[in-house]
């Protein structure tokens, strides 16, 4: 039985809950008084005592996670008590810190923001949908965890015949969120509008979801690429109104952040995180939030130097 | 709407207020500290500190408080000054407010009238005593309406605080507005809730604005007469409401029209064989004033040009002369509010601009409290042609409160003093109005009884008549001549009542160009000029009245 199907969810201000990373172990592996009182037959795997051992610098720390919390699915504040924070990531990281014995707390920042928080030292890791580039790699080590899908959202019946991220977007604007990946692929297509004869896209950057999601609705934009979960969630939301034209591959992957003078914390939540994927939770934790299992993709690095 | 209701009363936006208002009041109250310092900066007489001031202002008034946010908040990590994100986004926000705050102070200071600043320093106040007792209470009066702008300003920048991770309301509402895909319903909410609170500073600074009304208690104004004023559709309304207090308030003509007349005894008028008599007197008094060779010169302007005058105890002198001729200029040097260029100035044998130690100056100026101290031990009083009484005091305490704060008397001994001069002037039936509420004459009145307080040695008067209407100007020249005649005070009246200068002055000196160009028995100078300048000057002001005949 995996903790995630229980579907507790973390609370932003008080995040520490114990949970279980992996398949049910049996009794007998230390289990303290506290845990008891929470949940039955709950207990640190055996692989997590021997991470905690081997990196023992982060037990009983309690580090700032930033996110960019308007990604219903994978960060965003429970709409029925909006004190915490819940989704895929969230989860993640809550599992993570359990694993080497660290708290978590939120920090929420704009996306554009979010690396130089981190940078700043004013959080400790980025757990926020953020896809892994060579050119972020610049400003935070990457340990990546799912591939890329995106979804091209446009207004229902897609008035643009907007096909992808390619020539069908001439003309069209398309809102955007500051710092996204996709910004620069669609600044890529000017050329090629220009060289067809065809007017030039134009871009609307906004700084979360929602606002993307509202320029649609308003008339003022006319599609947004995002990751393919966040348009279908926006999709269910407004089935009158908005529609997935097509879910494009994009060739990156979403990576966890981490300090770029930190190496040890770096194997060391690389170490989870390959504990985490071997063990099944990762999937299931897709699973748990609707999420497409195709995202699944075995923990790699991303650094630059 | 019960989307819009569900969020209005839901506890996480509500708490976002309590995180809104925590920036706001670190934003305000850190401002207003950064900001008292920056306008005393700027306001300094030290040129660098003004620099300084001026070079922040430029720097945090000219670049946005997003910018000045993220700063704070990611940048000052790297110099190791890690604050936590409300703390970082109130620091922001105070050093942004702090030059708009300091500019209002400093507008404030500044809008409060030259003259009572003036007259202030002529009783003897240091600057910090007349920054606390003259123009703090009255720049502050008029700086409400300013400091409630900036508080609705900061209220609504605070906002910008989302941007660094500060939970406050707005940053709620894009959070919730992302999960929740309620974007409307949330915005409007999140809206109202703005407008509460910028309701509520609204309400405050009408609070403040009523506290501090000087006529709240003397016109009996409520705070209800204020209320309409946050409801535009009724501030017609409030308008009659405010007019009619002041029609039923006692009208200050009538006022004046039953105050009680100042009899002149006949007798105290003097003739030829009193003048004598007096004349022979001072002459053997002693020195009370001492002009030697003074000169000034503002720019390319010679103001005084090498002035010699001796005025002797209980001796009455009155300046005569056409306007820039330099009286205002010597009476404002015998009383140090003016610096000179050469010269000296000595009062009752002390020579003003030097320390009392006795050595010879170092060529530094006296700083301006040591310049305040002199005054007040010296004991020159000085009546000021506009009256420049304290706007914000009453008759009673025009006079007594400088006689506390300056010469340190108790409010026991101080109120005595003042109902006594009061009683003197014929106004102690005025003692509780304030100056706005007096007629001319009996500011100038109030103000005699002010100066005369702390029992000067000399008394300046400048032109004391010269803003009256005609029919006030009586009243101030009888008192004036009751302490001239009663009282023997040493005077030096600078005056265009040509008349009054004959009847009242033991001796008129004549200035033109900044010189003294002809003196003597007041009578004998008015009445059979030498020089030329004189006696084209007394023809001109006496076309249609020549001096009345000593009897």
């Known amino acids: 039985m995996h903790k995630w199907l229980g579907g507790e969810a973390r609370r932003a201000s008080l995040p520490w809950r114990r949970a279980v990373l992996g398949a049910v172990v049996a009794a007998g592996f230390v289990t303290t008084g506290f845990l008891a009182t929470i949940g039955a037959a709950q207990a640190a795997p055996a692989a997590c005592a021997a991470l905690q051992a081997k990196y023992p610098d ?150 979360n979801n929602a606002n993307c999601i509202q320029a649609i609705l308003a008339g003022r934009a006319d599609t947004y690429v995002n990751d393919v979960n966040t348009v279908d969630n926006a999709v269910k939301a407004n089935p009158a109104t908005l529609e997935k034209a097509i879910a494009v591959t994009i ?40 999420l497409d299992p195709n995202n699944l993709k075995e923990p790699g690095l991303l650094t630059v130097n | 709407m019960s989307l819009f209701l569900h969020y209005l009363s839901l506890p996480y936006l509500l708490e976002g207020i309590e995180v809104t208002l925590q920036v706001t009041a670190l934003g305000l109250a850190g401002g207003l500290m950064l900001g008292l310092i920056l306008a005393w900066m700027q306001l300094s007489r030290f040129r660098w500190l003004s620099g300084i001031a001026r070079g922040y202002t430029v720097i945090f008034r000219g670049t946005p408080l997003i910018l000045q946010m993220v700063f704070a908040y990611d940048a000052l990590p790297h110099i190791g000054i890690k604050l936590p994100a409300i703390a970082a986004a109130g620091l922001a926000l105070a050093c942004n407010e702090a030059p708009f705050i300091a500019e209002m102070l400093r507008a404030g200071v500044l809008g409060v009238d030259r003259g009572q600043v003036t007259a202030g320093q002529a009783l003897g106040m240091t600057p910090s005593v007349l920054m606390r007792r003259v123009i703090a209470p009255q720049a502050i009066r008029t ?73 709240r208690a003397s016109r009996g104004r409520k705070f209800a007469d204020y209320l309409p004023y946050l409801l535009p559709w009724r501030r017609a309304d409030l308008a009659t409401k405010l007019e009619l207090t002041e029609k039923t308030a006692p009208a200050v003509a009538a006022d004046a029209a039953m105050q009680p007349e100042i009899p002149v005894p006949p007798s105290r008028r003097l003739t030829r064989e009193d003048r004598t008599k007096r004349a022979a007197t001072i002459a053997r008094n002693n020195v009370a004033v001492e002009v030697k060779q003074l000169r000034k010169r503002y720019g390319a ?54 320390q009392d130690l006795g050595f010879q100056d170092d060529g530094k100026p006296l700083t301006p409290r040591a310049i305040a101290n002199e005054r007040a031990s010296v004991g020159v009083g000085m009546v000021f042609q506009q009256f420049n009484l304290f706007g914000h005091l009453t008759a009673r305490e025009n006079v007594a409160g400088p006689l506390r704060w300056v010469h340190g008397l108790t409010k026991i001994d101080a109120d005595r003093r003042a109902n006594e001069l009061l009683d003197r002037v014929g106004l102690s039936h005025r003692a509780d109005a304030l100056p706005r509420h007096l007629s001319g004459g009996q500011q100038q009145r109030v103000a005699i009884a002010r100066a005369l307080a702390p029992n000067p040695s000399v008394l ?80 001109v002001m006496e076309t249609d009245k020549a001096p009345e005949a000593v009897r």
């Open chain 1, 251 to 290: 060739p990156y992957s979403v990576g966890i952040a981490v300090p770029k003078d930190k190496p040890k914390f770096r194997e060391a939540v690389m170490a989870v995180m390959m504990e985490i994927y071997k063990s099944g939770d990762q999937a299931a934790l897709l699973k748990k939030w609707e």
């Open chain 2, 143 to 215: 700086m409400i309406p300013a400091f409630g702008n900036e508080a609705v300003s900061a209220l609504k920048n605070s906002s910008l605080a989302s941007v660094i991770a500060v939970q406050e309301l707005t940053l709620r509402s894009t959070q919730l507005a992302s999960s929740t895909f309620d974007f409307f319903s949330i915005f409007f909410a999140s809206g109202l809730l703005y407008l509460v609170l910028t309701g509520a500073v609204g309400v405050i600074q009408l609070a403040l604005e009523w506290l501090l009304d000087l006529d």
């Open chain 1, 58 to 207: 982060w037990k009983g720390k309690t580090l700032v996670n930033a996110i960019n919390p308007h990604t219903p699915g994978y960060e965003a504040i429970d709409p029925k008590d909006p004190s915490k924070y819940v989704g895929f990531d969230i989860d993640l990281g809550e599992e993570i810190g359990e694993c080497l014995g660290f708290k978590l707390t939120y920090k929420a920042v704009t996306f554009a923001a979010l690396l130089t928080t981190l940078a700043s030292g004013q959080a400790d890791i980025v757990i926020s949908d953020i896809y892994a580039t060579e050119e972020r790699a610049k400003a935070a080590d990457f340990i990546t965890y799912s591939k890329v899908f995106d979804g091209v959202l446009v207004a229902k019946g897609n008035p643009k015949k907007i096909t992808g991220i390619n020539t069908s977007m001439c003309g069209a604007a398309a809102a955007e969120n500051t710092g996204f990946v996709e910004v620069p692929l669609v600044q890529a297509l000017i050329p090629q509008c220009k060289a067809e004869g065809k007017p030039e896209p134009t871009l609307q950057l906004y700084d």
């Open chain 2, 460 to 539: 300046l008067l400048d032109e004391p008549t010269s803003a009256l209407d005609p029919e006030l100007v009586n009243e101030v020249l009888e008192v004036i001549r009751r302490l001239a005649v009663d009282d023997g005070l040493t005077m030096i009246i600078s005056t265009h009542q040509i008349r009054f200068a004959d009847e009242v002055a033991d001796r008129v000196a004549f200035l033109s160009g900044g010189t003294i160009i002809e003196e003597g028995p007041a009578h004998e100078v008015l009445s059979n000029p030498r020089n030329p300048v004189t006696a084209r000057f007394l023809s």
């Open chain 2, 301 to 354: 302007q010679t103001v005084l040009d090498g002035l010699d005058m001796t005025v002797r105890v209980g001796e009455v002198v009155a300046l005569l002369g056409p306007s820039g001729s330099g009286k205002s200029t010597l009476l404002r040097c015998v009383n140090h509010l003016e610096n000179w260029d050469s010269g000296t100035v000595r009062v009752g044998g002390r020579r003003l601009g030097f």
